[in-house]
């Protein structure tokens, strides 16, 4: 059967989002709800994916469809294609699965040329309004079809208007309109080589083309790559007869949310503009007005947008982003969607939609991507340095948070400013989807044109990045690289600080501080903690970072890394003397300098913890990386272990591995020199007993040994664990409970789990080195080529961010069936980097872990994650 590729709005609805995006699914289902929607038509994704199999052609099947619904539509409207009397024009719009600034969005007032633009006048009676659509129309069709870039476009805009002394484009007379649309002509015989199209199919059948092909660019790559969209779904592509929002002062157009997008709160929010269309508003040209203002200028019409907006959420039970037309005082809408939000906003409008009765909980719980919680869980401004700030400029609140940084002013030195590890703000005069990777790479984003749903806005907040636009003050010189403001110019690497809760600028860098969970955040956690059944405990080092886990709600320690606390300079030097010692004796002296500091170490994180499981892991790295390594360095050492240099030379030399990640580390290290696991039991016991009798906390610390392959290894190590560890409690007269266990890092512990689990009364699954073994790919190095595998679609994800649950995932699936049979009741869960990600996370649910373990500021994040994967696998 021949494929349909063609559906009219009144063949669609809400549910056909993969076949006719979401913007062509959603006016679908507005038309067949009975709103007024401008009647029109949708080119599918599955068009689109046609059209790459052709070679990026459009076969004639798929046109003669096309036109076929274009005949429909003139029937419909009463109107003509191209007709001289009573031309149809019609908007072209993209529309994938999932909105995605960076593609081809939107080209309107198609269908006019030297003919039709008179019989649109005479028709309308209007010839201003029909030569204003025409020079918008052959503006945006040069640049999205024909890439001719737009600045070209608006710089004759500008000079006919300084020529006759204009200040907004409303004030341009039917002639100026006329000489720009000339201008606008050559400029594009000039560039294209060719005349603009005068034929309106030829026009349509381009413009389908470039919604297509925009599909592929590199902006639209990087914004799926960011997102996770998969590269193979495609675009739909609407067309739609056009309504005029341009017809004079009883037309107008404007963009609406149905709560702030911001924070949540339960009041439409958003801009209109009168006699003016789309682009206009978006892009920051004129400055709109606030919606609330359309109820003085056209009061019905602001009651039934009212009256629409309330349905529209009612209907998809979620905050809506609409947009509308106003033609001579009759409204239609041209889109309503899901609207972006900020992570505030999501959990305000999550919890408050629970207790409005609207959704349940659990639709609440599942409504909300864990990662953007990230949003919230970042530092603000320290108040007492924020008071002492010079506020500098005020702009809109378009993306909140706080950010520092140094100023650059376009993406190419933003991005390489942040490579060299500089926090960057990005400043521009305003946005565009070629932004798309400073926007990434910065800590904040700052314009000087531009309303709240302006590109600038609507893309970081997207991205949970802190911006503030629209900031009029700043005149911003991106040629010359500065800004000025009241008199003071700021250069490139100045830096800056923005508030982007209030739209505030600053001059200097500002302090931070750490988040709070309360209000309706700490009530969402509260949902969630119901529900899950995974417990939430964090890889911590430090009593600062176990105490801000705590706060997060974090319920233990699931790797506590003690290599780190080697490195402090006080201690470095016995750590370095411990490992070139030439004999037992010398290597026992520097380690009983290293025994009271690495028991306060635990005493501190112990006390931070209270009474919550502390799983401390035994030192993991080669000992070369705590070596120095230049001449300069190593003579130093020499001097303060007072050892020759030479010697100190060839110790140094004989550490080194060809390849240390899978040479002599992790427990091959307590193999040759049990003394250092020695000392660090030692340290761990004594610290349990001094917090207990000292602070009445009882600890039962969790001791777990790195990088187990062999069942024999863990059997030496834990015997010298028990040892060292019940001599110590039994010199003492207080009673200390422990447990050993072992990290899953190595395939072969995997497939070997029910030996090891005769000694192991735990598994914490370290999915960093297991993925790099399963692989054979260095953690360090892969970064060079997985860019490239994504690309090509190997990997959908990096498999050291979301765990590869295939191969990876069946190794842990055999370790834990395994190690049960011999041990029904160990103890399981995993401490690599994956403990931390909301994908990993559903599937350490499904396989029936009892904890992750992630870094402090992604406990909330796993907290949420945890409790979906619970609803989502009921
Ligand atoms: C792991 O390998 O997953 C792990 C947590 O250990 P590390 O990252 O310290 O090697
Ligand atoms: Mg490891």
Same mark, same amino acid.
Request: glycine share 8%.
């Given at each position: 059967?021949?494929? &349909?590729?063609?559906?009219? $709005? ?122 204003? *659509?025409?020079?918008?129309?052959? /503006? ?12 070209? $476009? ?23 309109? &006329? ?10 015989? &000039? ?52 309504? $005029? ?11 609406? $949310? ?6 949540? +709160? ?68 041209? /889109? ?124 970081? #907040? ?10 009029? +003050? ?256 039994? *010199? ?46 260095? #953690? ?95």
């Amino acid at each position: 059967m021949k494929t &349909k590729y063609v559906y009219a $709005f009144e063949d669609g609805n809400k549910e056909m989002k993969s076949l006719l995006g979401g913007k062509g699914a959603n006016l679908a289902e507005m038309t067949k709800i009975g709103l007024p929607v401008p009647p029109g038509f949708t080119v599918s994704t599955e068009a689109c994916n046609q059209y790459y199999k052709n070679n990026k052609s459009i076969d004639d099947e798929m046109v003669d469809e096309l036109f076929q619904h274009l005949e429909l539509l003139e029937e419909k409207i009463g109107k003509k294609f191209g007709s001289n009397e009573h031309p149809l024009l019609v908007s072209v719009r993209s529309g994938s699965v999932f909105s995605m600034p960076g593609m081809m969005d939107t080209i309107l007032n198609l269908g006019l040329n030297d003919e039709t633009v008179v019989a649109l006048s005479i028709a309308t009676g209007n010839e201003r309004f029909a030569y204003d *659509s025409y020079r918008r129309f052959i /503006q945006m069709f040069s640049d999205v079809v024909l890439n001719i870039p737009k600045y070209k $476009f608006e710089h004759i805009l500008d000079r006919e208007k300084d020529l006759h002394q204009l200040e907004l484009d409303t004030e341009l007379t039917v002639q100026n309109l &006329k000489n720009i649309i000339q201008s606008y002509k050559e400029l594009v015989k &000039k560039e294209w080589k060719k005349d603009f199209p005068q034929e309106p199919k030829e026009q349509l059948l381009m413009a389908v083309k470039a919604v297509f092909d925009s599909w592929d660019n590199p902006r639209a790559m990087v914004y799926r790559d960011l997102h996770d969209i998969p590269h193979h779904l495609g675009t739909a592509v609407n067309i739609q007869s056009m309504v $005029f929002g341009n017809m004079g002062n009883t037309s107008g157009t404007g963009v609406a $949310f149905t709560r702030n997008p911001s924070t949540g +709160e339960r009041k439409l929010f958003g801009e209109f503009l009168m006699n003016a269309q789309g682009e206009d508003v978006v892009a920051g040209i004129r400055t709109p007005q606030s919606i609330a203002h359309l109820k003085n200028v056209m009061p019905e019409a602001y009651d039934q947008f009212v009256t629409v907006a309330n349905l529209l959420e009612n209907h998809y039970k979620d905050m809506q982003d609409i947009e509308f037309t106003i033609e001579n005082s009759k409204l239609y809408l041209l /889109q309503t969607r899901n609207g972006k939000r900020t992570a505030a906003a999501a959990i305000n409008i999550a919890v408050e939609m629970v207790e409005e009765g609207i959704i349940d909980r659990n639709t609440a719980l599942v409504r909300i991507d864990p990662i953007q919680l990230d949003q919230l869980l970042h530092p603000t401004f320290e108040e007492k340095a924020l008071n002492e700030a010079e506020k500098i400029a005020q702009g809109l609140p378009a993306s909140p948070g706080a950010a520092t940084g140094r100023v650059y002013f376009n993406a190419h030195d933003v991005v390489k400013a942040v490579s060299e590890g500089e926090k960057a703000i990005l400043v521009r005069q305003e946005t565009s989807p070629e932004d798309i990777e400073g926007m990434v790479a910065c800590s904040g984003i700052l314009t000087a044109r531009g309303g709240m749903t302006s590109h600038a806005a609507v893309v970081a #907040r997207g991205m949970g990045k802190c911006c503030v636009a629209g900031c009029g +003050e700043i005149k911003v010189d991106e040629t010359n690289k500065i800004f000025k403001v009241n008199g003071e110019v700021y250069q490139e690497g100045d830096f800056i600080s923005l508030d982007g809760n209030i739209g505030n600028v600053y001059k200097g860098s500002i302090p931070t501080k750490e988040p709070e969970l309360s209000g309706n955040f700490g009530k969402l956690m509260e949902w969630a903690d119901d529900v899950r059944s995974l417990k939430i405990r964090t890889n911590a080092d430090t009593p600062r970072d176990a105490a801000i886990a705590v706060k997060f709600g974090a319920e233990g320690i699931g790797l506590c890394r003690t290599e780190h606390m080697f490195f402090e300079e006080e201690r470095i030097p016995a750590v370095r003397q411990m490992i070139v010692a030439k004999s037992l004796e010398e290597r026992m002296t520097a380690l009983d300098k290293l025994l009271p500091y690495q028991k306060e170490d635990f005493v501190g994180i112990f006390t931070a913890m209270g009474e919550r499981p502390v799983t401390v892991r035994l030192l993991d790295p080669p000992l070369h990386e705590f070596l120095p390594h230049s001449d300069e360095d190593i003579r130093m050492l020499a001097g303060q272990i007072n050892i020759d240099i030479k010697t100190l030379k060839e110790t140094v030399e004989e550490l080194k591995e060809f390849n240390p990640m899978l040479g002599h580390r992790g427990c091959r290290l307590a193999i040759t020199y049990p003394e250092i696991y020695e000392m660090q039991v030692k340290a761990i016991i004594m610290a349990a007993i001094e917090v207990k009798k000292e602070k009445n906390i009882h600890v039962e610390p969790e001791i777990m040994v790195p990088l187990i392959g062999h069942e024999k290894e863990l059997k030496i190590i834990k015997d010298l664990i028990i040892s060292t560890a019940n001599k110590i409690i039994a *010199s003492s007269d207080t009673k200390i409970e422990y447990m050993i266990g072992t990290m899953i890092e190595v395939p072969r512990a995997a497939l070997t789990a029910d030996e090891i689990a005769e000694h192991a009364e735990f598994f914490s699954f370290g999915t960093n080195d297991l993925t790099q073994m399963t692989y054979a790919f260095s #953690r360090d190095d892969s970064g060079k080529f997985i860019g490239e595998y994504r690309k090509k679609e190997i990997f959908e994800k990096d498999p050291f961010q979301r765990l590869d649950q295939v191969g990876v995932g069946k190794l842990m699936k055999i370790a834990l069936d395994l190690g049960k049979t011999t041990r029904p009741d160990i103890k399981l869960g995993i401490c690599g980097e994956h403990g931390g990600d909301p994908d990993s996370i559903d599937f350490c649910h499904r396989i029936g872990l009892h904890y992750v373990s992630c870094s402090p500021y992604r406990v909330p994040i796993a907290r949420l994650a945890a409790a979906r994967a619970a609803v989502l696998n009921k």
